[in-house]
RNA sequence: GCGGCCAUAGUUUAGCGGCAAAACUGCAGGUUGUGGUCCUGCUGUCAGCGGUUCGACUCCGCUUGGUCGCCCCA
């Protein structure tokens, strides 16, 4: 016997059952953004490796070890045409593509701020896990062009309302924080490090790795005796310049004032490096993986001149489908019920048949979600699909209806059934599907 | 990248060192042209590779995959 093909590990299909969930969400997405004023943007699937490495920054784990390599396949033999070929990698994530793009298209000379929006797939390749997956697909806001801390409060607002219109407003919890402009962030790792520096012995492992690698991650930690040092440690906003503390107080005075309840987070600093002043993340509380955020995002005001382009202010976040698809599935929400064919063609015989499948396009010309069913012969069985299916009507066609140009309507809640002349079917239904 | 648990039909699960099962699903039928319930039948399985053994789905090892925790992250 042959070995059977997997999916590769972390990567998963996203079966027809499931598509529900997916349309749900694409189609609320898509509608909030509209009303937002976002416009879609799509970039390439993978970019030159340089678009990541310049705005995650390395030393960060999606730089370092979650990024896939793409390149020919046919030269993975061919090493040295490879030496010359600058590295391309799958997109890990949206936002430094998008601000690629935003430079290279010359999408300064649009009025700012430029309102983009994205959904898609992003690759990492991590240890699979519940919420967690090398293939996932994210969806998310870029506000490139304006500074103006309102816009950091819209795009929440935003996000609020997205994710209360798919059902989960119940729950979210938002957690934010301002890790201040590069000046304020030199100032705020050098007290860091002084402070940390007296309990190197008393951290765990972890925070001692990342006392060198990343101080301000060390916030991050989890540990309780690494949380009691954290707790009385100098806090981030304390160290903020004016101009970021004033940016940072308007964007939670928006929020107030939009009643977005929010928990202010001192130790929430996100890790890749092209953040700036508001970062924040979304949880939905009744969920299973609780310390997953949903969505997350923040300002990122220095990325659009690290790729060459005069310094402008931008603001994002990205949200995760599969995480939110979980919660969908996990608290029951109602999704509403698919669009589903009108009537139902069914036939006996194989001229019949024939005659159903022009029938069909017929109806659907004149604006009826017709199907037929195929595969099956006997009426008996038709009927049982259709009914699986979900039917409401059905139309049957047999030897003798073919002969004397009519087509049985079946109502399928009811059971009658009446006959109808081919000529006035699409006056018949008109009338009969018409609540 | 590290650690724990796990792998039996499409799905959910029984089971035993010596015959591999159930339910649901799928397919067909229950006389001549009528669905949902019901009845009958059929299809289909021990993740892969090694080892121990007279004999392995069962015990052991490796690989692959899943799951949970860590790291990190949407």
Redesign the pocket.
Known sequence: ?K??I???????DILPEEQKYWRYLTKNIQKNMDIFGCQRIETPIYEYAETYTRAIGKG???ID??MFEVRRFSSITDTIAEEDAKTMVLRP?YTAGIVRAYVQNGMMNLPQPVKLWYSGP?F?Y?????????I???FGVEIIGDSDPIVDASIILLAFQTLSDIGLRDALKLEINSIGCPNCRAKMKKKIVEYFQGFLEDL?N?CN??FV??PL?IF????SKCQKIIDSAPQLIDTLCDACKSHFKEVLENLDGLGIPYNLNPRLV???DYYSRTVF?IYYEKN??E???????GRYDGLIELFGGTPTPAVGW??????IINILKSQEIEIPAEAMADVCLIH?GDKAKKLSLMLSAKLTNAGFKATNIL???????Q??????MG?KT?L??????SIDKTV?F??????T?ETVAQEKLVEFLQKRLAK
Do not use: W
């Open positions: 016997m070995k059977n997997q999916s590769p590990r972390g990567t998963r960060t784990d999606i070890k979650e994530e992003a990492r991590e240890r699979p896990q519940a919420g967690r997956y090398r996932h697909n994210q765990c972890d790795r990342r690698e990343n991650r991050d930690c989890k540990e996100r890790g890749l993340e299973q993986n310390n997953l955020a949903i969505l997350a995002g990205a949200g995760g489908m599969e995480r006996v595969g099956k012969e006997s009426l008996k069985a009927l049982r699909a259709a009914n699986k039917a059905c049957i066609l047999g030897q003798r209806e049985i079946k109502d399928m809640d009811s059971g059934q």
